[in-house]
């Protein structure tokens, strides 16, 4: 692109909600170019606990248009993504001891009119939750709830005796980090630019334009690109990039939670989730991971500085640890753990007491002094897209006539399949590829869909592939997500692109970054 060239938007920041502007903003004729000052999805993006839900336990809070919104986009992501996202079922054991978290406006209702509760969770309560949740968002594809006798279904044989029955609802699991990579994929297929380890240094109003400054956050080049309008997409970065980057007064605020997850070895032998709430009012998921784990998770703590790497401490890791253990008959101890993870989530600043109460919604702000601003306060993954047809409403008035929404329905890379085609390309892979196991083609087909092909391309046999770097990941591979999936470095290919890093040893992952850079540099 040409130093002189003004496109239409400038986007900062490489998470979910950038790319996913990108996508939409290209697939309608505009000019777009993005900037990530580190790899795509690093941050929060790649930290969730990686379902598309409509958030059940919003509904205690009166969040009843959000998680509509939620519930709809469900089903209309699991069409466009049916590799990297998939239904599963939750099982939620119910005891007379639950309770809601502080004062929720629910808690606060049943406070009044039924006082001898005492802040109690009912179990009819929980119940009309699940209808609510069953029909709000006009679901087609999931199954509905069900109650489940834990005496004698398979899902409560791992569960305390106290546990006599559960509820047993729909939600959807996603690679949230692929899902950045292939929006971004897309985006760059529509026309966008798409730069990774590029940070945005400074932009400034010009006449009705902006110039943005940038460096290469490997070779330290300077280059400068020229917008009509910016969009800060920077996810926890936000403000910083109102204040610093753009030098822009704004009242609004933003504050950020930490959430944090353990992964463990396989707790049970199942594919279904838990979802099991605490005497505190808190919930968590426990979640089959990679097969041969399982995900625990989420905190929420008050993470004051941005600048500061999201950690699961100690203390995060032992509360996970110690409510898992309230559930499970065989207690779990950090021994078990064999991975954390932290994110930083940014949520609009609406006044509420507690992390866990405010909002989750996204709240998009223009600031038209001059070459207009976007903002992008929150937001949830489940919601990305809506998020992204919205944002291009309030672009509309400053960019001209654009083309109407497109998104819904349309398959992102290698998700051109039905929902419940998974099973018939993984054993068409093995048929055509004999040298594949089954672990082997399901893990492809869950990252790659329809473009495993591409990417194995004429292989008769493993020595085809090139270097095996451990876990089956071979060279052929590597290449693929070097030249098509934005990866610099070894991390990047472990922790985001897959969770190979789960069974790769740190001698392994050294080599494979050694090697890439190696080739990058030839």
């Not at 209808?131 to 709830?145: K, S, W």
């Not at 330290?220 to 990039?241: C, I, Q, S």
């Not at 922790?495 to 789960?502: F, N, P, Q």
Request: glycine fraction near 10%; hydrophobic fraction near 40%.
């Amino acid at each position: 692109m040409a130093q002189d060239d003004i496109v239409d938007l400038f986007i900062i920041g490489g998470g979910i909600n950038g790319v996913g502007i990108a996508r939409d903003a290209a697939g309608r004729g505009l000019s777009v170019s993005l900037a990530e000052m580190n790899d795509l999805g690093w941050a929060t993006s790649s930290a969730s606990t990686k379902l598309f839900h409509g958030g059940l336990r919003y509904l205690e809070y009166f969040e009843i248009g959000l998680v509509r919104k939620a519930l709809i986009e469900r089903e209309t992501l699991l069409r466009a993504m049916p590799h990297i996202s998939w239904p599963m079922r939750f099982v939620l054991p119910y005891h007379k001891d639950m309770r809601f978290e502080g004062d929720t406006p629910t808690s606060k209702l049943l406070s009044v009119f039924m006082p001898w509760m005492k802040g109690r969770r009912p179990a009819w309560l929980i119940r009309l939750g699940l209808f609510l949740y069953d029909n709000l968002g006009g679901r087609e594809i999931l199954p509905a709830t069900r109650k489940v006798d834990l005496t004698t279904d398979d899902v409560g044989q791992g569960i305390e005796d106290r546990f006599t029955f559960a509820y047993e609802y729909s939600d959807c699991w996603v690679e949230d980090a692929r899902l950045v990579v292939l929006n971004a994929r897309d985006a760059e297929a529509r026309g966008a630019e798409i730069m990774v380890q590029t940070k945005v240094t400074s932009a400034g109003r010009a006449d009705e334009h902006w110039v943005i400054s940038l460096t290469d956050g490997e070779t330290g080049e300077t280059f400068e690109r020229r917008a009509k309008m910016l969009v800060n997409a920077g996810g926890p970065w936000v403000e910083d990039v109102i204040r610093q980057v753009t030098r822009t007064n704004s009242s609004e605020g933003v504050r950020l939670v930490r959430g944090s997850h353990i992964v463990t070895k396989r707790l049970f032998q199942h594919d279904k989730a838990y979802f099991f709430q605490g005497e505190d009012g808190r919930i968590i998921f426990a979640i089959p991971y990679e097969t041969d784990f399982t995900l625990i998770g989420t905190t929420d703590a008050e993470h004051p500085d941005v600048s500061s790497k999201p950690v699961c401490t100690d203390e995060e890791r032992d509360y996970l640890i110690k409510f898992a253990n309230g559930y499970f008959k065989h207690d779990i101890t950090k021994d078990d753990v064999v991975w954390t993870y932290s994110g930083v989530r940014l949520l609009y600043d609406d006044g509420a007491k507690s992390a866990t109460a405010a909002t989750r919604d996204y709240v998009l702000s223009v600031y038209d002094d001059g070459a207009p601003m976007l903002n992008v306060f929150g937001g949830k993954i489940t919601t990305y897209r809506k998020l992204a047809e919205n944002a291009l409403a309030k672009i509309a008035p400053f960019i001209g006539d654009i083309a109407d929404n497109w998104t819904a329905g349309v398959a992102l890379p290698g998700g051109d399949f039905p929902v419940d085609g998974v099973q018939d390309l993984i054993e068409g892979l093995i048929v055509d590829y004999p040298f594949l196991d089954d672990a082997w083609a399901k893990r492809l087909v869950r990252a790659y869909g329809t473009d495993a092909r591409r990417m194995l391309g004429d292989a008769g046999a493993p020595s085809d592939l090139g270097r095996n770097f451990g876990a089956n990941l071979t060279e052929r591979e590597v290449r693929w997500l070097m030249a098509h999936e934005y990866a610099r470095h070894g991390d990047d290919i472990v922790w985001r692109r897959s969770k190979l890093g789960l069974r790769m040893s740190e001698a392994e992952i050294n080599l494979l970054d050694e090697w890439m850079q190696t080739e990058r540099g030839r």
